[in-house]
Each structure stands twice: as C-alpha cells, then as structure tokens.
C-alpha cells in the first residue's frame, strides 16, 4: 500500500472522531472520539515516518500514546464523578454544575 492510503485512511478516522466530539452529547462517546483522534494522528506520523525511513515519528507516536492513556485515566475518573453526581453522562447536564 502506497502512503497515500494510509493518511486518507488517518484523515476519515480523524473526521470520524472529530464528528463524535461535536455532534454526541455523552460524555463517554466523546472520549471514545478523541481517542480516535488520536489514533488517526498515530497512523498517521507512522505512515510519513516509515516513508521517510525516519524514527521521530515513532517516538512522537509512543508520547502520543503516553498523553491518550494519562488523558483516558482522568477522563475516566471525570465520567465517574460526573455519573455519580447527576446520574447520567449527559454533557449538557455539565452546565449545572458551574458556581
């Protein structure tokens, strides 16, 4: 397979997340969006690194796996106290809870 396919593969799973985080309301979707976001990045930087025969984008990939983990660990922990206070993971219910 040419780079080609790989980054228009990348660029519909990014549009993908990137329709997920704007159009969905729950606060769990959303996250599973931008770790599809994420990935596509990933696909992406590894498909020019390999093309490239270059290593950064694989380390740039290997922090990018770092920030989704811390982000998804703490989003997580968000969705529960979120879930625990209202009921639901409704984002608009979000709203509510400013002082």
């Not at 549009?15 to 959303?30: H, S």
């Not at 969006?33 to 992406?44: H, V």
């Amino acid at each position: 397979m040419s780079i080609n396919a790989y980054l228009i593969v990348a660029g519909v799973i990014f549009c993908i997340g990137a329709f997920g985080v704007l159009i969905r309301k729950n606060l769990i979707i959303i996250f599973m969006s931008l770790e599809l976001m994420f990935n596509a990045a990933n696909l992406g930087l590894v498909a020019v690194s390999g093309y490239l025969n270059l290593i950064d984008g694989d380390i740039f990939v290997i922090f990018v796996m770092v920030v989704a983990a811390a982000e998804a660990a703490i989003a997580l922990g968000i969705a529960v106290a979120f879930y625990r206070e209202k009921g639901t993971v409704d984002i608009d219910k979000a709203n509510e809870l400013k002082l």
